[in-house]
């Protein structure tokens, strides 16, 4: 398994910020880095797969567990 390079710790935050935080954090990292995201928004849930698919970036697993929301990503 490849190791990721940041988890972006978004709970508590309300739509868009767990999206704001994960976008700044990816931003300047090179192709192929791995992101954790962690939020608590339900809103997450469609949220960062259609983010994902518009950037361009591979969202590689979804989780979800006593209400936080874990999300894998791949920078493309």
């Given at each position: 398994?490849?190791?990721?390079t940041?988890?972006?710790?978004?709970?508590?935050?309300s739509?868009?910020?767990?999206?704001?935080?994960?976008?700044?954090?990816?931003?300047?990292?090179?192709?192929?880095?791995l992101?954790?995201?962690?939020?608590?928004?339900?809103?997450?849930?469609?949220?960062?797969?259609?983010?994902?698919?518009?950037?361009?970036?591979?969202?590689?697993?979804?989780?979800?567990?006593?209400?936080?929301?874990?999300?894998?990503?791949?920078?493309?």
């Open positions: 398994m490849d190791t990721i940041a988890t972006v710790d978004a709970k508590g935050q739509c868009p910020g767990p999206l704001v935080s994960l976008a700044k954090a990816i931003r300047d990292a090179s192709s192929g880095a992101f954790e995201l962690l939020a608590t928004d339900p809103g997450a849930k469609s949220d960062v797969p259609s983010w994902a698919e518009l950037s361009g970036n591979e969202l590689l697993e979804t989780h979800e567990s006593d209400g936080v929301y874990r999300f894998v990503i791949r920078k493309r």
